[in-house]
């Protein structure tokens, strides 16, 4: 694979390559972003970056400005399937830091799945991001990859410029994270889950909603992920 690099898209080839990627990561019937929305967001100050092999995009990160102009809305992250492994999620979401911190915006936020591990270890133990915030079937019923399960959400808040979040921009792993652990285990694989057990799935949704619920109502956030245990640590 040729070497990875990073630029905010142009040109309405490279918007159509990031829908065509959408596409590609959430399965047929999910709605993609349009390219040419992707690309009037991006000149009314949004990010659209790209990870890039040569001409190939591989993966993309699409933030939106909000109505607070220190808090951009971090709306999609995709990477390829054939490229996952690279870390590819992780480097986007840096590329959108420094995006971010060069135009003065300090904190970005968007919403994941708290079922999935994948995400969880991305958004809260590389990126240091933090959740008190949890959102009910957020998008109604859902196609893709995402069919047939509440899409239940967490809103992650991601301040940029701390000591903890500046210390993993530069590759620092092993952060120790106080907080007391939630004694829920996330699935292993919640697609092949989906795939296998769709009772079991929908029953592990409502387990970790109301135990969510009922710790962030006590002023309790997300601090730490586990990737060992696949526990939330909260403090």
């Not at 109505?67 to 992780?90: I, N, Y």
């Not at 652990?181 to 699935?187: G, Y």
Request: hydrophobic share 45%.
């Amino acid at each position: 694979m040729s070497e990875i690099t990073f630029h905010d898209l142009s040109g309405m080839a490279e918007f159509r390559a990031a829908e065509d990627l959408q596409r590609s990561v959430w399965g047929a019937g999910d709605q993609p972003d349009p390219a040419d929305l992707m690309m009037v967001v991006q000149g009314l100050g949004g990010l659209v970056g790209g990870a890039f092999a040569g001409d190939v995009l591989m993966g993309y990160v699409f933030g939106l400005p909000s109505c607070d102009p220190a808090v951009q809305h971090s709306h999609r992250l995709a990477v390829l399937p054939e490229a996952r492994g690279l870390g590819l999620g992780a480097r986007l979401k840096f590329y959108q830091r420094d995006w971010c911190l060069a135009r003065g915006i300090s904190t970005v936020q968007w919403t994941y799945d708290p079922l999935r591990p994948i995400n969880a270890a991305l958004n809260i133990h590389h990126l240091g991001a933090q959740s008190g915030r949890y959102l009910v079937d957020y998008y109604g019923a859902m196609e893709g990859i995402n069919r047939g399960i509440a899409s239940d959400r967490v809103l992650v808040d991601w301040a940029l410029d701390t000591e903890a979040v500046a210390a993993r921009a530069l590759g620092k792993t092993g952060l120790t994270v106080a907080g007391e652990v939630l004694p829920l285990a996330l699935p292993q694989d919640l697609d092949a889950l989906l795939a296998q057990d769709m009772a079991a799935a929908s029953a592990l949704r409502m387990q970790l909603r109301m135990a969510l619920q009922e710790r962030m109502a006590q002023g309790q956030r997300i601090v730490g992920y586990d990737k060992q245990s696949r526990c939330y640590r909260l403090a």
